[in-house]
């Protein structure tokens, strides 16, 4: 018996959307297969980092919470990516944004108002967009691989974030700690639901997805960002801009990874800490392809990945099993998903010996 | 500057630019069969984590080297198949790549932190090391030596046999190279997995090199910054030799500027931390004002093999 593959006449939309489900699901069989085979309870892994989060409901404030930044940069990613555009360095353009966001908490700090978060807000998104127009100005002035600078970005905004709260915005009464003072209640994102840690930014990063399929399926600039990515030179003919094409690329993903920074730095932390960049803009990236580049898809893969971070964290108290793996779960989705690609283009044929010879 | 400062920061210079040259030297080769492999950083890691643990087991530093090249063929091995055999995209996989590695570096290393090893010892006899130019020319261990014959060899290989023909044509022209009967695929396999081992060796450097023990993304963005090398360097080894010295030649001054004391300590730490990420960048920049970078980029490169029939 043999298989061959086959080339389908177009791809296959059954295929594009099932393959996330299988990926998810061969990663569950197969790390505990795999997580078994080196000496850890497997299955139980698996139970719950993919299972427990959901079973819990003490867990799902956990969830909406760790979401919510997956599924504001991924919509981001998601964008940039159909266009072509690379930007991996998100986890810089948060970094940023949640800084930007920290200076006006810390300038305000004291007062009162209404309007410091909105400004937190802001700026935190217009300084992801600062630092992802410079990828954008370097790749359209002098066509530098994209890639390689929002990445490079990335590993200076980190030394950005000690310089400051080691030195001009270190908390004077941290105890010689490098962070910044606790924002006050002004610059702090409310809980929306009494006694959760659910915040703002949960129902936003919703809205973000929501808002997002609108503009890429309904108007104008989601039909440049397709067309750009999938055929360049009919966008080329048909006038859309390339280099236009990369600065909205770059400002749309870096102002959500920015909003995504500064409403965590106002939610959860509440201070800017050296743990602050805590890998969210490298995990949107999975998030992105698992949801399929689209913005609704994206919501669910933010709340899968966040399934995996919960879960590792219950599977690290529960059963000892190291943080670590969380990492490995979340790349083998994506190796999964990468690896069923294929099956959207082509189709698996068996063949008997008869037909094989007859296609020869 | 007396001299035997010199030759301290010289020494310093040379470790700290190794791995970043060996890990350049195999993404160099896999670039110019065609392929992106953005999974060096992650390979190395993977690298890192089997060079430490053999090290800390047998204390045997070639064995550890070895493990490091197996454990990075393996690793290139998933991308191999992903990205040559199921035609998935380079760059996601690429990236993919570095997260499991990242992941399962860490893993396999959350047993091991905070064990020391020791470091890999010169190749030549210290005899031969104690005057201060012997010290500058027989005072390494065995991978500066490799590296730089690698370099040649490399350089060799590509340019003077053909088989390195055959891998150049394979990256300029893979339908060419297939219809005249070459395995475009088998070809970029085996480049896929020479610049797993050389990332491998890479990262393994790290404990036998430079911080005799395991630490969680000890390899600290270098993998991209061999990534960014190979374009600098126009795909042409020497230049990558050149390239890797500058990188050593920076990262030798955040840490005499962090040890403190003389001007280099004026300029805050952090600042230093950051100048080979942001020094990557101004190589970018310079080298396509210098001339459009593209031009001499293998032109398959990234790009899946389909055979047109």
Redesign the interface.
Known sequence: MQFRLEKRREPSRFMLYATPVAAVLLTMLLGGIIFSLIGYNGFGAVREIFLTPLTNPYKWQDLGVKAAPLIIIGVGLSIAYRANV?N?GAEGQYIIGGLAGTGVALATWGMTGWWILPLMVLAGMAGGMAYASIPAL?KTR????E???S???T??SV??I??LI??PWKDPMGMGFPQTRLFSEAARLPTIIPGTIVHLGVPMAVLVGFIAWFVMTRTVFGYRMRVVGAAPSAARYGGFSENKTIWLAMLVSGGLAGLAGVLEVAGPFQRMVPGFPTNYG?TA??VA?LGRLNPLGVIVAGVVLAITFVGGEVAQTTIGL???????F???M??FL??A??LIKYRVRRVTHQASVETA | MDLTLAIAILVTVVGASTPILIAALGELVVERSGVLNLGVEGMMLIGAIAGFVVQFHTGNPYLALLAGAAAGVMASLIFGFLTLSLSANQTATGLALTIFGTGFSALAGSSYSARPVTLMQPLFPVELATHPIGKVLFGYAFPIYFSFIMVVAIWYFLHKTRAGLILRAVGENDQSAHSIGYSVTGVRYLAVMFGGAMAGIAGACFPLLLTPQWAERMTAGRGWIAVALVVFASWKPFRLLAGAYLFGLVMTMELYAKAGGGPLSVIPSEVWAAMPYLATIAVLVLISIRRDASTNAPACLGKPFLPAN
């Open positions: 690379w991996i370097l002098l066509n530098v691989n890639i390689l600078t990445l490079m970005l590993y200076a030394q950005l000690y310089y080691r030195a490298f990236i999975i392809f190291p943080n670590a793996a969380t990492g490995i979340q790349a083998m994506l190796f990468l690896a690609d294929i």
